[in-house]
């Protein structure tokens, strides 16, 4: 797949641009969660946010595995969007992720 993406990316032709998370939008419950975003594409990047916006290429550019620790009662939602190195871009992925007290149990 790496092989043929970088020849149709090569030749410009037009392509879906694979997302850097596996899940588009998702919410997860956590203390601690860790991402290791991916492109299949030879010289993509991959940029993400934390502010809720989708990210461009001025954004932070990930480089190794991002780890974040929610303290309890808050949210942090990321971003993440791949970009070619002919500037094309995928579909913005989001993952909120929300530490806060179990619910008590019902009866």
């Known amino acids: 797949m790496l092989k043929a993406l970088a020849r149709i990316e090569k030749k410009g032709y037009n392509f879906r641009v694979p997302p850097a998370l596996e899940a588009i939008d998702t919410f997860m ?11 299949f594409i030879p010289g993509a990047r991959i940029y993400y946010t934390l502010n ?18 929610i303290p309890l009662g808050e949210k942090r939602e990321l ?6 190195s002919s500037g ?20």
């Open 88 to 107: 094309r871009r995928s579909i913005s992925t989001r993952a909120v992720m929300y530490n806060r007290e179990p619910l008590t149990a019902v009866r």
């Open 79 to 84: 971003r993440t969007t791949v970009i070619t």
């Open 52 to 69: 809720g916006r989708n990210p461009v290429d001025t954004d932070w550019e990930y480089a190794s595995p991002l780890t974040f620790n």
């Open 29 to 39: 419950i956590g203390s601690q969660f860790t991402f290791e975003p991916k492109t």
